[in-house]
T-cell receptor, first 113, second 113 residues
Framework: KAGVTQTPRYLIKTRGQQVTLSCSPI?????VSWYQQTPGQGLQFLFE???????NKGNFPGRFSGRQFSNSRSEMNVSTLELGDSALYLC????????????FGSGTQLSVL | GESVGLHLPTLSVQEGDNSIINCAYS??????FIWYKQESGKGPQFIID?????DKRQGQRVTVLLNKTVKHLSLQIAATQPGDSAVYFC????????????FGQGTTLQVKP
């Protein structure tokens, strides 16, 4: 069974731009979560989606948003990029809502210049 | 606030020795704990998990121990191999059933040949 797939693998953007990251969960998994990983803050929860609805949200500004499609695939968007948004963005899937056994993708490394 | 911590940022062991990575958690309501391994350039990889109704759980070459009295979690790796070199994260589910994990800062395991 294929794992969690994230695209693109790397992104370079400039301040003020926006970016969209994509995630395909493991087949049969219906919940998708997003995490931001930085050397200073570690892994921080962004949001969780289930049945195309955001179920839980971390402490991030409204510039960070996401959505989930009917096939469970998910996208996250960051608008008006700031230098501090440079990070590894990780998507994780789990089989069902509230299931904390998360399986992660390899992430999208975002660099904001 | 909620936090999950690891006692040592870096652990260096000799190949073939056993490794013990420790983690302290602060939320008494957490009832699910999970260990991840993250190699350079990859996302966190599931190693083993444990629920609060257990004290110990074994996998292949790995054992997780949970001491709820002192809110302590440990990961033991038997016969450590060079391929075990990575950053290890513990995580807890906090108040639970949200699909959200709270991660510690990570311990880097270095295996010396």
């Amino acid at each position: 069974k294929a794992g969690v797939t994230q695209t693109p693998r790397y992104l370079i953007k400039t301040r003020g731009q926006q970016v969209t990251l994509s995630c395909s969960p493991i087949s049969g998994h219906r919940s998708v979560s997003w995490y931001q990983q930085t050397p200073g803050q570690g892994l921080q929860f962004l949001f969780e989606y289930f049945s195309e609805t955001q179920r839980n949200k971390g402490n991030f500004p409204g510039r960070f948003s996401g959505r989930q499609f009917s096939n469970s695939r998910s996208e996250m968007n960051v608008s008006t990029l700031e230098l501090g948004d440079s990070a590894l963005y990780l998507c994780a899937s789990s089989i069902d809502r509230g299931n904390e056994k998360l399986f992660f993708g390899s992430g999208t490394q975002l660099s904001v210049l | 606030g909620e936090s999950v911590g690891l006692h040592l940022p870096t652990l260096s062991v000799q190949e073939g020795d056993n490794s013990i990575i420790n983690c302290a958690y602060s939320n008494s309501a957490s009832d699910y704990f999970i260990w991840y391994k993250q190699e350079s350039g990859k996302g966190p990889q599931f190693i083993i998990d444990i629920r609060s109704n257990m004290d110990k759980r074994q996998g292949q070459r790995v054992t997780v121990l949970l001491n709820k009295t002192v809110k302590h979690l440990s990961l033991q790796i038997a016969a450590t191999q060079p391929g075990d070199s990575a950053v290890y994260f513990c995580a807890e589910n906090g108040s639970g059933n949200t699909g959200k994990l709270i991660f510690g800062q990570g311990t880097t395991l270095q295996v010396k040949p």
